[in-house]
């Protein structure tokens, strides 16, 4: 009914005629085809037994136990003859629903019907105007690209005709339409010889939407799946798409670069994986229910590891070249938002390297083991590719830029017992292994711990350091032109406003409250509202500007697909951006006053709180 109204060849009255012909045409999957004829012969079969054996017209199953006999052995079942009739009719009846609601209640069956006749055979200048209403930039663009998936007689072209009506809603009820499209039209031929992949969006309504909202909404997404198109499997995924463990991810991506043997072929392999796993964090950002925090966890653990794995699939190619074991441990430290369990889809991952030479072994040979193993990670993995590359950045190790690029645990010690000054502890509020031996990383810990939180907290010489290295930082670091209202890192109320606020509660409070010892700035807030070393008006101000501006961020990355650091000041933008935070469309410009509102007040806090100034 549906779809004969345009196509002549399924016009057919007869049940399992028309049933061929929808399979040969493509609105229904060849084997589901076969299934459901199977099922109808079974039970027509069925039917005519029990009116035969009853001589009157019956649809109903018999239910004494020599009736069902005799239908069994008419059957041709031999052994217990009822039992093994019931169980055919169960099993088959069990088949049947299954296809049904999953045929005859697909959106796209229901979408289909509520085009008219004319909607469904348009004019090109027609279509361009119906493209046009429904949002599309582009609509000359919009119609080549659905002449382009739906041209020719193949199998592909039957089923795309057949998806594309509703796609086209859901791509016109997003923010950008056209890339939409695009991104579908590129996947769609990347993936043209895999049977798999119409078949899913045909036969899991789903997973289509989830796919045509997502390339819709965001740039970023869109471009991680049309390099790697494969990866549209995850929305087919039972459950639903949610980020992958730590440990699962590290086993995924031992498992395929073991079978490389290469290093870069095997940080190669790695890194589809960690592609992969990008695109089912974008994904259940983008169209799923995971919370902000948990995004920024998720961001950060395949971070951490793909540099595990990158480190050891060094460390073994190292022992290869030089044929003999490496005589020092390494690890490798997160700082910054990295080591906060924070990072967002732009960040770079800040570190230290740290080593530590076997006892007996020569220290100048340890170390340059340590410097060509850790050189060796920073290149494999900038590398770029079709995922991001990851910049490994160790500026903030001691000396900065001037100083060694890795140092051994006993280095570091004598360093910070000797000159280690404010801003170095405060950098390591934050610093958390990521990488590398466990043992080392433990005694790295124990080293730091005394540093960031300190025994008798901070002086007044300390805070005022802090408050002037904080002020020069706002004078100097926001980048010319910015608006420092609107800044999402540095500007007022902004994520680093929050951020230095909570890291002077941890250093000045933490050895006398130890759930102040965490990396990660939320918790820490938490954790000093709880102890009352701030009230819970302003813990909640902070809290709000914190995880809106850190979501505003992570939005316009995936909206743009490029880092952006200031609230989109472009109208289109602005509302993709603001979409994909949740709000409706058309919601731009408010999205933007509801920035510069919370933050101002979390500004408030900051100005009271961290520079003691009263407000007027």
Request: net charge neutral; glycine share 8%; hydrophobic share 40%.
């Amino acid at each position: 009914l549906v779809h004969g109204r345009t196509d002549e060849r399924i016009r057919s009255g007869t049940t399992l005629d028309a049933l061929a012909a929808l399979a040969a045409y493509g609105y229904v999957g060849r084997d589901d085809a076969a299934q459901l004829a199977a099922a109808y012969r079974l039970l027509r079969t069925l039917e005519h037994r029990i009116q035969l054996l009853r001589l009157r017209r019956t649809h109903l199953m018999p239910t004494s136990p020599h009736e069902l006999r005799r239908l069994g052995r008419a059957l041709g079942h031999r052994e217990d003859p009822a039992a093994a009739v019931v169980a055919e009719w169960k099993a088959e009846a069990r088949e049947v629903r299954r296809l049904h609601e999953r045929l005859f209640y697909r959106p796209l069956l229901g979408a289909v019907a509520r085009l008219g006749t004319d909607d469904a055979r348009l004019t090109p200048e027609a279509a361009r105007e119906r493209l046009s209403a429904l949002g599309f930039r582009d609509p000359t663009g919009a119609l080549r690209h659905l002449e382009a998936l739906t041209e020719g007689l193949s199998r592909r072209a039957a089923i795309q005709r057949h998806l594309l009506p509703v796609m086209l809603g859901w791509f016109a009820a997003e923010a950008d339409p056209d890339g939409g499209l695009l991104a579908f039209r590129k996947v769609s031929e990347s993936l043209d010889s895999s049977h798999w992949y119409l078949r899913l969006l045909r036969d899991e309504p789903a997973a289509a939407e989830q796919l045509a909202r997502t390339l819709a909404r965001s740039k970023f997404a869109a471009e991680v799946l049309v390099a790697a198109p494969e990866a549209v499997q995850i929305l087919g995924e039972p459950g639903g798409v949610r980020p992958h463990s730590r440990g699962d991810i590290e086993r995924r991506m031992r498992t395929a670069a073991q079978r490389k043997t290469s290093l870069d072929d095997a940080i190669a392999a790695a890194r589809q994986v960690r592609r992969l796993e990008l695109f089912r964090i974008a994904v259940a950002d983008l169209v799923g229910d995971l919370p902000q925090p948990d995004v920024g966890r998720a961001l950060s653990d395949l971070t951490a590891a793909t540099i595990e794995v990158a480190l050891q699939f060094v460390i073994r190619e190292e022992e290869k070249r030089t044929g003999r074991p490496l005589v020092t441990d390494l690890l490798i430290v997160g700082m910054g938002r990295l080591g906060g369990n924070e990072l967002g889809y732009a960040s770079d991952a800040d570190v230290l390297f740290v080593h530590d030479p076997h006892i007996g072994a020569d220290e100048d040979a340890a170390q340059a083991q340590a410097l060509a193993v850790v050189k060796s990670m920073q290149r494999v993995l900038s590398v770029p590719g079709p995922d991001p590359a990851i910049g490994l950045d160790a500026d903030l190790r001691p000396e900065g830029k001037n100083g060694p690029l890795v140092r051994s645990l006993d280095s570091y010690r004598a360093y910070y017992d000797r000159w280690a000054l404010i801003w170095e502890a405060q950098a390591l509020v934050r610093a958390r292994p990521v990488a590398g031996n466990a043992e080392l990383a433990a005694r790295f810990e124990d080293l730091i711990d005394p540093i960031r939180w300190h025994g008798a907290g901070l002086s007044a010489q300390d805070l005022r350091e802090i408050r002037r290295l904080k002020a020069r930082m706002e004078a100097e670091r926001l980048p010319r032109g910015a608006d420092k209202r609107t800044h999402f890192k540095l500007g007022t109320g902004g994520l680093s406003d929050v951020e230095w606020v909570v890291q002077t509660l941890q250093m000045e409070h933490a050895h006398n409250y130890p759930t102040l010892r965490t990396t990660s700035t939320l918790p820490a807030l938490t954790a000093a509202t709880q102890a009352r070393l701030i009230s819970s008006a302003d813990s909640a101000a902070l809290a709000k500007a914190w995880e809106f501006a850190a979501h505003a961020r992570n939005a316009s990355m995936l909206y743009r697909g490029k880092a952006v650091e200031s609230v989109p000041t472009d109208s289109r933008e602005a509302d993709g951006t603001a979409r994909i935070m949740g709000l409706p469309p058309g919601s731009g410009q408010e999205f933007g006053e509801d920035y510069r509102r919370i933050t101002r007040h979390a500004r408030a806090v900051v100005d009271r709180v961290f520079y003691g100034r009263e407000e007027s």
